[in-house]
Nanobody
Framework: QVRLVESGGGSVQAGGSLRLSCAAVTYNGVGCMGWFRQAPGKEREAVATISVDDSAYYAESVKGRFTVSRDNAKKTTYLQMNNLKSEDTAMYYC?????????????????WGQGTQVTVSS
């Protein structure tokens, strides 16, 4: 079993930055880790994922603004979000799976964090 502990959400003005962190609490190893987000009335969507070899995927809407990274020794992933826009406002969820290869769909992930709110005001 994997428990994911997130931190770093908050409120920021458009153009600002936030950094999210997610630590996996587990006796086992962790494969792909990543971030999804869900805005009110919308489906949960993939934002960024990263494999153990640092292969990363980004949603088109965040490319060039967000950077996903991980520290395998700490079983932790980070999401650096720069030049935030109002449309980035959502609940952000950390996710993980045992498989090394990442999936871009929420059904591909077994473990989820509680979520951390990101609010961007224009």
């Amino acid at each position: 079993q994997v428990r994911l502990v997130e931190s770093g959400g908050g409120s920021v003005q458009a153009g600002g930055s936030l950094r999210l962190s997610c630590a996996a609490v587990t006796y086992n190893g962790v494969g792909c880790m990543g971030w999804f987000r869900q805005a009110p009335g919308k489906e949960r969507e993939a934002v960024a994922t990263i494999s153990v070899d640092d292969s990363a995927y980004y949603a088109e809407s965040v490319k060039g603004r967000f950077t996903v990274s991980r520290d395998n020794a700490k079983k932790t992933t980070y999401l650096q979000m720069n030049n935030l826009k109002s449309e980035d406002t959502a609940m952000y969820y950390c996710t993980a799976r045992y498989e090394i290869v990442c999936s871009s769909t929420k059904s591909g992930y077994k473990f989820w964090g509680q979520g951390t709110q990101v609010t961007v005001s224009s």
